[in-house]
């Protein structure tokens, strides 16, 4: 078949890769644990879904508007405004499948063939397919490790061309866990309003997930007016991934496009998500629940981190957020199991842990790092403790 052009700049993501091999695996019989996808391993909480079948039972399952139901885009305002200072209107806000298509309609929605859009390193494994599917041009920003995978203000203005149209990053970032702290931010608005051509796309999906004080979302500085889309979605902290909730709020134009936009594509979310969606960002009771999960997820990370720091090859700083380790592995490129095969990389070191201590990993390529791979702590203690023992006597048997 003679697919289009554009089709050869879709890749297919490597978390879903991974996850699809480690599932072919588990079909066979094999006992692998998954430490490759980011989905929290918690069911939604039971309010939420109670709102979801009240919605049903009431007849509540045609066809939304595009941007979204009014009372759920309502409890999104008053959220934003009560937790990161954004004052919206409800227009100024769509409701997408999930915030991937989120951030997916707002690239789409602003970027010509041509442009320039940074994306600071290490970033999400979809943002760099997204832009080159639109035709633009990513600008990988690379971040160090001395500085916790955070880009600095010096860092950022090095690399704006008059070329660059957008900026993209994820803070808390998956898959560094690092967060950008309200004086970071405050030093990159300052590079950035010097450019006031620059747009922003800021991706919270992970927001509700933080171990550090929570700091300012970019939107709320007054020099970002009406520059930045802010994404955010019910997928992480209130684990509803299957439910395919996200929203975007900025400016009005920005919008309205991508309410053209996806109303060519998808139309409207799922009415019930939506129903469920009212009550995850309202109630107490929803927020006792993201709570409980935030600490049993700090738990987690104390615990991997302990145990990843007895293999002296892994490298690695403790996360801020969301629920990943990121260790530097390149020690062990080189390396090799004795019987031929040898750890030229990120890639092999992860395919490696698959195939001989059946552990799905992440390789650090897909997201901007090749001298890493990323690890979830979003499973069950006792998989943890199995997982990291499992790589722990795959490293040591490599020579």
């Known amino acids: 078949m003679n697919l289009s052009n554009r089709m050869q700049r879709v890749v297919e993501s490597q978390t879903i890769a991974m996850t699809k091999k480690a599932r072919e695996l588990k079909d066979q019989g094999i006992d692998v644990i998954s430490l490759s ?10 309010i939420i879904c109670e709102a979801a079948k009240t919605a049903l039972d009431n007849g509540d399952t045609h066809y939304p508007p595009v941007l979204g139901t009014l009372a759920f885009r309502k409890s999104i305002q008053i959220k934003l405004l009560r937790d990161d200072n954004i004052n919206v209107e409800p227009s100024q806000i769509i409701v997408s499948n999930g915030a991937k298509q989120s951030i997916f309609n707002a690239v789409m929605t602003v970027v010509n063939p041509g442009d320039e859009v940074l994306i600071p390193a290490p970033f999400w494994v979809s943002y760099t397919s997204m832009v080159e599917y639109a035709g633009g041009i990513p600008i ?4 160090d490790y001395e500085n916790n995978y955070k880009v600095t203000a010096e860092q950022l203005r090095s690399h704006i061309s008059d070329k660059t149209k ?7 970032c998956n898959p560094s866990g690092s967060v950008m702290s309200t004086e970071e931010l405050s030093e990159w608005v300052a590079v950035l309003a010097d450019y006031p051509q620059i747009l922003v796309i800021s991706d919270e999906i992970y927001q509700e997930i933080v171990y550090v004080d929570r700091p300012r979302s ?3 500085f007054p020099e970002m007016h009406n ?3 802010t994404v955010n979605g019910l997928s992480k902290g209130y684990a509803m991934t299957g439910w395919r909730i996200g929203y ?3 400016p009005q134009e920005w919008i309205s496009a991508c309410e053209r936009y996806q109303g060519m594509i998808s139309s409207g979310a799922n009415t019930l998500g939506q129903a469920g969606g009212v009550i995850a960002l309202s109630s107490p009771e929803s927020k006792l629940e993201v709570a409980t999960m935030r600490i049993a997820f700090e738990r987690r990370r104390e615990l991997m981190g302990r145990l990843l720091s007895e293999i002296a090859t892994f490298k690695f700083k403790i996360p801020e957020g969301a629920f990943y380790y990121f260790p530097d592995v390149s020690e062990l490129f080189g390396k090799s199991n004795g019987n031929g095969f040898v750890i030229n990389n990120a890639d092999d070191l992860a395919l490696y842990f698959l195939e001989n201590a059946h552990v799905a990993t992440v390789s650090g390529s897909a997201f901007g790092a090749p001298k890493c791979i990323r690890l979830s702590y979003a499973t069950s203690e006792e998989q943890i403790i199995e997982a990291v023992s499992r790589i722990k006597q795959a490293v040591s048997q490599l020579i």
């Open 37 to 46: 996808i980011g989905e929290p391993d918690f069911d939604t909480p039971s």
């Open 218 to 220: 970019l939107a709320s």
């Open 166 to 172: 957008l900026m993209i990053f994820s803070s808390p």
């Open 248 to 250: 975007m709020a900025g």
């Open 140 to 143: 990988e920003v690379p971040a």
């Open 227 to 229: 520059r930045v889309a």
